[in-house]
């Protein structure tokens, strides 16, 4: 079946006990004993519940995967990922990434004697020269947060297997519809399901998706061990709204790419920063390893950051907030915000300085969405 139909099909048969069409929710703790000794499917929500497996079974199914587990955010699917990791292992990761994951690489994985090193993965040579007998980890972000850059999944995974190194990529910003890390030679791929996949901005939760049996057994171990499970509620809305993943992707990818292309035309901004604009520097790979461009990217003001306050405090229809994904268009400074935690001198390495904007487009008219964005620069487009 094609990726629109597993959205609405995979993992959500009819209920056998009533024929209920849309999975139920089962809001249970726990789950009775057939007999002593002898626990049924299901014992405990925290090790595993029917909503969540009917949602676990549709995300193996859209990443082309053969197990999945739900999270209760982003941020836990993350912890539990780098929870594979042992003292002393070392983690290569892009140099250029969502801010949270780097606070937890630098404050958490750091502290508890995990190596972790920096490398712009553009640059094939540079991770070669980065790999050491105690890596373990190639952690890849792609389309970057917040400055879009790309890393060659295929290239990247063959120089992992190389090695005999484990490979993820956090795919958060492509979503499942627009990139298919495991066809790409990853073994993880990770998502913030908070963002496209769920769409609707009302849910906070994670995914991790792997085809391997092993390490899916690791990752299920310590799903249960950690207690990082995402509720049966939440696993229903996010089963909702991926119903409509398909539709709305195609509508953030047409809305984006035509925000940036009008963006390239102002004079009061810098630069867009949008992979499948033709002035992206790796246009080419992302016409190669993604289906659309995605609905969020970034862009510079010419004026710098006065210029970015002043049009960020001038929007109407974009909203001020963090997060991206939602139907909704939402715009905001990482520098003062989703980086803000990353310390000044890594901002500025990585590039991510006072002059940027990210927005994240939403699905609703494009001309009004560029009115907006006009107006708040001081002119009527």
């Known amino acids: 079946m094609r990726f629109e139909t597993l959205a609405i099909h995979a993992g959500q048969q009819p209920d056998p006990t009533y024929g209920a069409v ?32 009917a949602l676990e079974d549709c995300l193996a199914a859209l990443e ?49 004697g995990i190596q972790v090193e920096f490398v712009d993965l553009r640059n094939l040579d540079a991770l070669r020269a980065a790999v050491r007998p105690n890596t373990r980890l190639i952690w890849t972000e792609t389309p970057t947060n917040p400055l879009m850059h790309l890393q060659d999944l295929q290239a990247v995974g063959a120089i992992a297997r190389e090695h005999g190194i484990m490979t993820l990529t956090d795919n958060t910003f492509a979503s499942p519809y627009n990139q298919q890390p495991l066809d790409l030679g990853m073994d ?9 996949i769920n769409g ?29 499970g995402l509720s049966p509620f939440e696993c229903f809305l996010v089963l909702r709204g991926i119903k409509t993943l398909s539709v709305r992707m195609e ?6 790419l035509a925000i940036a292309r009008w963006l390239e035309t102002r004079p009061e901004v810098s630069q867009a920063l949008h992979p499948f604009l033709e002035s ?13 461009g995605g609905g969020t990217f970034s862009f510079r003001m010419r004026g710098g950051g006065d210029a970015a306050v002043r049009l960020l405090s001038r929007v109407r229809l974009f909203t001020l907030a963090e997060s991206l994904g939602g139907v909704e268009s939402l715009i905001e400074h990482p520098w003062t915000m989703t980086h803000a935690s990353v310390p000044e001198d890594a901002r500025r390495a990585m590039g991510i300085t006072e002059d940027l904007i990210r927005i994240s487009v939403g699905i609703e008219h494009v001309d009004d969405l560029i009115a907006d964005l006009a107006q708040a620069m001081g002119t009527d487009g």
Do not use: C
């Open 64 to 112: 082309g995967g053969t197990h999945a587990f739900a999270f209760g955010s982003g941020m836990a699917a993350v912890a539990t990922a780098l929870a594979l990791l042992d003292t002393g292992d070392h983690v290569v990761v892009h140099d250029d990434l969502y801010g949270g994951t780097y606070r937890y690489l630098t404050t958490v994985s750091s502290r508890q």
């Open 188 to 196: 993880i791929s990770l998502h913030s399901m908070t963002k496209y």
């Open 200 to 228: 609707h901005s009302d849910v906070i939760a994670g995914a991790l998706i792997v085809r391997d049996d092993a390490l899916a057994a690791r990752i299920k171990f310590l799903q249960n061990a950690l207690g990082t």
């Open 280 to 292: 992206h520097p790796q246009r080419d790979l992302a016409m190669r390893q993604m289906r659309g």
């Open 22 to 53: 849309m999975p139920p929710i089962y809001q249970t703790s726990t789950f009775a004993f057939p007999e002593v000794g002898k626990p049924g499917e299901f014992d405990y929500t925290r090790s595993g519940n029917p909503t969540r497996r």
């Open 251 to 256: 509508a953030h990818n047409a809305n984006a």
